[in-house]
């Protein structure tokens, strides 16, 4: 390092500043170049080109501190040499979970979508954030056109909207702008002076509604769930005595939650009547569409969001049913007067300069929370394009298709028991092991049983054969959630599902 740094020192106008020379770069391009260029090639050959080997491990499990010891997790006071840090890449890919794995079914997204992937590489390397049509003119003009496009799929002759990190912050947006849109003044003069103010959402609403109530200071016990029938789907009565009872209190309702696709059961609420209610209370009306959602491209399924069109605003994210890839979720409005913006802009002069040579109607940055966004449409917007409606619409049929026939499948084998008949890809039901099957109904068989899904994802996952999920719900004890979404599954896929639940449970 000496004799470079004194070579440097030697060239024509050599400048030393502080001890540091300031002459040319100080990173190495043609070593880093080299780096990406290998670190791609384990990329493709231990990510892509696997994504659809079902001879692979979904995962290799470790138990943590084991893991900590593989992966060298410390950091150093001296880089390490590329060769060390490709061997990391290498492990990190190993000992990761394999979500484009086609028997990866553990959560509402799974799969690999080439195109999406390509954008994310393109983003990645571009670095862009999305706030002024100077810095990002291209990916503002994508999410423009993508919004515009999902607005149309929602019904609603316009609108507005932006693209978030995640449906739980979407569904805090919306209760925020609902809020805005009861109280404006609430921006300047914050909570003092307001009345209680209450929120519904039905008993199987996303955890987000709690969190996000808890952040914008509501509060949770200013949550009113609604009772949900037996299939999960909010009652609308219910929702009618619950508005009726706050304003009783002397409480001020300002919006209701509605939900289309609910993260267990997979429930879609009856949006017209909810609408109803709404519109005779004068309510916003929100839909967490983050599951759902993507049901609106199928002409086959858009009907169970009937009445969608109704709503004030919409959470959808095309990163779980269409593939989008982590994360991409989007907030929609009906609104077009530029409520998104009134409610969220600080107007920062370094930023949003109102004397640019352009239309900064394109700087979209004031309608966010944040400062630096992704440019998380671009990864639909390119995938679009490859596969147009019909292919999208293809993904969310043989999704719903698939589901189907795993149904009729449990339902000839003995020991599988469905919680429900689903309406979408959410497929529930126990496994009851042979020890059990002649047991008699009542506490302790059901205490038993609550035993049994725990034990089978335990070996599974130290297998590596398959993810799938489980929890108890609503007073029913542990059970399986099998998701449907990538176009990568098939029908022996589901075949194997219930055919390795026998195998890892047939000593229990």
């Not at 059990?436 to 302790?444: A, C, I, N, S, V």
């Not at 896929?493 to 639940?501: A, C, G, T, W």
Request: glycine share 6%.
């Amino acid at each position: 390092v000496g004799i470079c740094k004194q070579e440097m020192l030697q060239k024509k106008n050599a400048v030393l500043v502080d001890g540091i020379i300031l002459n040319g770069p100080i990173m190495d391009s043609k070593a880093g170049e080299k780096f990406v260029e290998e670190a791609c090639k384990i990329i493709m050959e231990e990510i892509v080109q696997k994504a659809d080997d079902v001879t692979e491990k979904v995962c290799e499990w470790q138990a943590p501190e084991k893991l900590k010891q593989i992966l060298d997790l410390e950091m150093k006071d001296t880089g390490e040499c590329h060769e060390k840090i490709l061997q990391l890449c290498r492990d990190v890919i190993k000992y990761s979970v394999k979500t484009n794995h086609p028997r990866f079914f553990n959560q509402l997204y799974a799969g690999i979508d080439y195109y999406s992937l390509v954008a994310r590489f393109i983003t990645e390397a571009l670095n862009p954030s999305v706030y002024t049509y100077e810095v990002s003119p291209v990916f503002l003009l994508v999410e423009e056109a993508v919004i515009k496009k999902m607005i149309e799929f929602i019904g609603w002759e316009e609108g507005d909207g932006i693209f978030n990190p995640g449906g739980s912050v979407s569904n805090m947006y919306a209760m925020n702008l609902a809020r805005y849109k009861f109280c404006p003044e609430i921006k300047e003069k914050g909570l003092s002076g307001l009345p209680r103010l209450v929120l519904f959402a039905s008993e199987e609403c996303h955890y987000s509604m709690k969190k996000a109530a808890s952040f914008l200071g509501i509060g949770t016990e200013n949550v009113y769930f609604i009772k949900t029938d037996g299939r999960g789907k909010m009652i609308p009565e219910e929702l009618e005595k619950q508005v009726q009872r706050a304003r009783k209190e002397g409480s001020a309702p300002f919006l209701v939650c509605a939900t289309a696709g609910t993260t267990v059961l997979g429930a879609f609420d009856p949006l017209d009547e909810i609408a109803d209610i709404c519109e005779k209370h004068g309510l916003w009306l929100h839909v967490d569409a983050s599951w759902g959602g993507s049901a609106l491209i199928s002409r086959k399924h858009r009907r169970l969001l009937h009445g969608i069109h109704r709503a004030d605003s919409v959470a959808w994210n095309p990163h779980k049913m269409l593939l989008a890839g982590i994360q991409c979720c989007a907030l929609l409005v009906k609104d077009n007067s530029g409520l998104l913006k009134k409610c969220y802009s600080a107007e920062a002069a370094y930023l949003f300069q109102q004397d640019k040579f352009y239309d900064v109607s394109y700087d979209t940055g004031d309608k966010s929370i944040q400062c630096s966004r992704r440019p998380d449409a671009f990864k639909f917007w390119l995938m679009w394009k490859a596969l147009g409606t019909t292919g999208l619409e293809e993904r969310v049929n043989r999704a719903l298709a698939l589901a189907r026939y795993l149904v009729e499948e449990i339902k000839k084998r003995e020991g599988f028991q469905l919680l429900l008949e689903p309406e979408y890809a959410n497929v529930c039901f126990w496994y009851i092991p042979l020890s059990l099957r002649k047991m008699e109904d009542g506490p302790e068989f059901w205490q038993k049983l609550h035993q049994v899904a725990p034990v089978i994802k335990e070996r599974m996952m130290k297998k590596g054969s398959m993810m799938l999920g489980y929890q108890p719900h609503r007073g029913k004890v542990n059970f399986f959630r099998q998701v449907v979404i990538s176009p990568q599954v098939s029908r022996e896929d589901m075949d194997f599902l219930l055919d390795e639940i026998e195998l890892l449970a047939k000593d229990l």
